[in-house]
């Protein structure tokens, strides 16, 4: 390790904790050995040292659940290759519920393990006595065991990963802090250490708690704030063996693990207390945080509950300490999308030990390859908005975020903290209709409308919700009258110049040249084939072009178009999403209503599927594009902001006279489910191609220049798919899908739904999963028709029907009307 800083370095990391530590150690597994890591303290220090050291490997998504897995598997031979101890074992890990619905979500989730490849097993309360005799399972009702889970030293592992990096030639500097990152034209270039400079073509922000402020050195946001972390260690009591597994008792908020013949007792509470708010002090390295006693005695009291020894042993150690929250609780991975050469990885939720292994294995990768190595849109940094950085919102957001982690994982769960940031122009207006708002992206969109004296909240459970009968009413109006949906959370770009064409037909699978006036349903691929956003284009004027995408993809989908336009193009790219409100009508009345508060002529001869139309409603003009993503006739109205209210009360009112209701995003995944609308994110993803996800509708193979990924998809049209995505219906019209369910065929798991509803006109729940060949084969129309099918709803398998086609007017003839 040299003593005196270098004046450049291929790669600098910034940050010696266990995550930035690990990036080092597998850039050097892959061969970069010019790489330099700095730490402004000690090695752990800040929030890696005072880690309980959990080791669990379940998390929500598949991908994320194989980073953790690769962490065990790294853990278990690291002492070995390095000769540095971790204190790593195994001993699995208990999950328990004391009511129905903890015990269904656990079984859902074990049998997303199944998925997976994770080691599980359903068990009883007897069960679990067994494995822990020290705990109280009078109101357990079941639970799982993870038989691969265990625990490691936070500290050891970190010095662990530091020997394997320093051996493959990374330079590690401790007490020296990065004092700047230098960027000149967009692109990361060093940083400053003092009146330092180091040159280096990629920099790595690790610097957990600290990994806001150092973003703000570029003006990069990267959203997280500290809360307090709350555990007690016991003194040694008989009954304490070195096999106990780390316990999970998530309904009393706790965790409990073994520590050297004590027991570590954890608290993720409801409400946590944020820390940091005003600046962490400077000489801030292994430092504890004033214990709080009155705030942990309430998870202490149930605790002796449970364990009943805890009644009297004493308490060795009361500890306190900040950990990093993320508005959302999902960690910040990748390049930040304004500064090329700018990662970062932080932002843990209290899961960077578990994480680290498989988060330095990616991260490595990605850097070297300039891609993610597998679809990891969950913790990508582009999904963040700048006013996530907004430190009121995050003081807020990450109180209730921590306590998140062990309160129940209900579908459709709507965060209580820091709402109301954007809001639509019409919000009041649809608050009066009766609107339940949900967040996304920092929007409030109004998911289901309450009638008449109904409530507008939430009663969450795994079963039928207590707006499943509202949003199902909602839907019918849109099969069979019409209803209006707020859409104002779009995301809008406008693209203009002489070079707006030829950028947008090289980014875009489909063609993009019409004529203006028209819409054009498209995919923006990678060099993979793979999707990285899927989208609409309307082309305005010869040089001018409207992109609409999705509220949670504003930032990632600017960005990739923004850095596709040549430097020497023509091509002006501004995000316009404020500056207009978007209405939809739906429903095959939406005609009649349109032609009532419009003198345009809407019929289908003069305004066509795809066509794109100023038109005058009430005393404004509006973007009139006739689309569909509930598989009716319908228009997508795009209003100028401050003529919303205007334009939205003329339909109302004109709207009386066809029973016009309010609909929400509720019922249009209902409705969209039932005509296997693919989602971004969940149903196509950067892994999935326009041929696995059957949307080589919309791919332009001959264009001219041709575009984008077009030659990984000519390969995978001569060899054919290894997956397809194919629609479900549960022939159980009780049981509900949601995401993550393994799909059987033929008694064999060969893939899992990525996203479900109840499809009311189907009668049923709807599905969407990828189905693939155990045998490595080809995947095509005969192989996903000769199988019999099976869903798995919380260990539980249901006959299903599988479907190439949409279930729903296969044929499309609706919407053409």
Request: with cysteine; net charge negative.
């Amino acid at each position: 390790m040299p003593k005196a800083l270098p004046s450049q370095a291929a790669i600098i990391i910034i940050g010696g904790g266990v995550v930035g530590c690990s990036i080092a150690y597998h850039l050097g597994k892959l061969g970069i050995s010019d790489v330099l890591l700095l730490e402004r303290k000690q090695l752990s220090s800040g929030t890696t040292w005072h880690a309980a050291g959990l080791v669990g490997q379940l998390r929500a998504t598949q991908n994320l659940t194989q980073l953790a897995k690769y962490s065990t598997e790294l853990y278990a031979r690291l002492e070995a290759e390095t000769g540095q101890a971790t204190g790593f074992k195994q001993n699995g890990s208990l999950a328990l519920a004391t009511d129905g619905e903890r015990l269904e979500e656990l079984r859902r989730g074990a049998s997303m393990a199944r998925v997976f490849g994770l080691a599980v097993e359903e068990v009883s309360a007897g069960d679990i006595l067994a494995m822990h005799p020290l705990i109280n399972v009078d109101d357990v009702v079941g639970g799982v065991f993870l038989p691969k889970d265990g625990q490691i030293n936070p500290s050891d592992l970190t010095q662990a990963l530091a020997k394997g990096a320093r051996a493959r030639g990374t330079a590690i500097l401790e007490n020296t802090a990065v004092t700047d990152i230098l960027v000149e034209n967009g692109k990361v270039v060093g940083v400053a250490v003092g009146d330092a400079r180091v040159k280096a073509d990629i920099v790595v922000n690790c610097t957990g708690m600290w990994g806001r402020s150092v973003g703000a050195m570029t003006n990069s946001a990267v959203p997280l704030h500290a809360c307090e972390h709350f555990y007690v260690v016991t003194e040694p009591f008989d009954g304490v063996t070195p096999n106990l597994p780390v316990l999970r008792d998530q309904d009393n908020y706790a965790y409990y693990k073994e520590d050297a013949g004590k027991i570590l007792l954890g608290a993720f509470e409801p409400q946590a207390k944020p820390w940091g708010g005003s600046g962490i002090p400077e000489a801030f390295c292994f430092d504890e945080l004033p214990s709080d006693m009155d705030h942990f005695m309430p998870v202490l009291e149930r605790a002796m509950n449970r364990m009943p020894a805890l009644q009297e042993v004493g308490i060795r150690t009361w500890f306190c300490g900040p950990e990093s929250f993320t508005p959302d609780n999902r960690y910040h991975l990748g390049e930040v999308g304004d500064v090329k050469g700018l990662f970062v990885a932080c932002g843990f939720n209290s899961i960077g030990i578990q994480s680290a292994g498989g988060v330095g294995k990616v991260m490595a990768e990605w850097i070297r390859d300039g891609h993610p190595p597998m679809d990891l849109w969950d913790v990508d940094i582009r999904r963040v908005m700048p006013f996530q950085s907004n430190p009121r919102y995050l003081s807020e957001r990450v109180g209730e975020a921590l306590g998140l982690l062990y309160a129940m994982h209900w579908p459709f769960y709507q965060y209580r903290t820091a709402r109301g940031v954007r809001t639509s122009p019409l919000h009041d207006r649809l608050a009066a209709a009766g609107a339940c708002f949900g967040e996304a992206a920092g929007w409030e969109r109004a998911n289901w409308y309450a009638p008449d004296e109904t409530s507008p909240h939430y009663e969450y459970s795994y079963g039928r919700q207590n707006w499943f009968n509202h949003a199902a009413a909602e839907h019918r109006a849109v099969r069979e009258g019409v209803a209006l949906f707020d859409q104002t959370s779009f995301a809008k770009y406008q693209l203009s110049g002489r070079d707006a064409l030829a950028v947008l037909n090289q980014v875009s699978a489909n063609q993009i040249d019409v004529p203006p006036g028209r819409t054009v349903y498209t995919q923006w691929l990678n060099e993979r084939g793979g999707i990285e956003a899927d989208l609409t284009v309307t082309r305005v004027a010869d040089h001018e072009f409207l992109v609409v995408t999705s509220a949670t993809s504003q930032m990632r989908d600017f960005h990739w178009l923004k850095r596709h336009i040549p430097d020497d193009a023509h091509a002006h790219l501004i995000d316009v999403t404020s500056s207009y409100a978007v209405l939809s009508l739906m429903g095959p009345n939406s005609r009649d209503l349109l032609a009532a508060i419009s003198d345009n002529d809407v019929s289908n001869d003069a305004f066509p599927f795809g066509a794109s139309q100023v038109i005058n409603i009430g005393h404004g003009e509006v973007r009139a594009t006739r689309l569909t993503y509930v598989g009716e006739l319908g228009w997508e109205l795009y209003i100028p902001s401050e003529f919303a209210q205007g334009i939205y009360d003329a339909i109302v009112g004109a709207g009386a006279a066809l029973d016009l209701r309010h609909a929400g995003y509720h019922a249009m995944d209902s409705l969209r489910m039932e005509k296997a609308y693919r989602h971004w994110g969940h149903d196509i993803t950067d892994e999935d191609t326009p041929i696995e996800a059957g949307l080589g509708f919309a791919v332009a193979w001959d264009k001219t220049g041709g575009f984008i990924g077009r030659e990984a998809l000519l390969r995978q049209r001569q060899t054919g798919p290894n997956k397809r995505l194919v629609q479900f219906r549960l022939e159980d019209r009780e049981k509900l899908l949601y995401h993550n369910e393994p799909i059987w065929r033929d008694g064999v798991i060969v893939g899992y739904i990525r996203s479900g509803a109840y499809g009311h006109t189907l009668g049923a729940a709807i599905g969407l999963g990828y189905v693939h060949d155990p045998d490595g084969g080809a995947v095509d129309a005969d192989f996903v028709k000769g199988g019999a099918y099976m869903i798995e709803v919380a260990y539980e398998q249901v006959a299903a029907t599988a479907s190439l086609r949409p279930l729903y007017d296969p044929k499309s003839l609706r919407i053409r009307d």
